[in-house]
């Protein structure tokens, strides 16, 4: 999933997503509020988010897949 690489292992390594937005009702951008994200199987694949001045709200996410510590 991804490029192969945990979202801990960041930039350079780790797939990601970047200045993430919604288009509210009145066709305005805006940033996305109370993120959370969920993962059934964090030994094979994660998720890890973030807000920062450069990159808006961001989101590091993949995996390996099928390692020994992923069933």
Not at 50 to 67: D, K, L, S, T
Request: hydrophobic letters at 25%; one cysteine or more; proline letters at 7%.
């Amino acid at each position: 999933m991804g490029s192969g690489h945990f979202p801990g292992e960041g930039f350079g390594k780790a797939s990601y997503f970047k200045n993430i937005q919604i288009v509210d009702g009145s066709n305005n951008l805006r940033a996305p509020k109370g993120i959370a994200t969920f993962t059934e199987q964090s030994n094979c694949y994660d998720v890890q988010n973030a807000q920062n001045g450069n990159w808006g709200n961001y989101f590091y996410y993949g995996g390996p897949g099928r390692n020994p510590k992923c069933p």
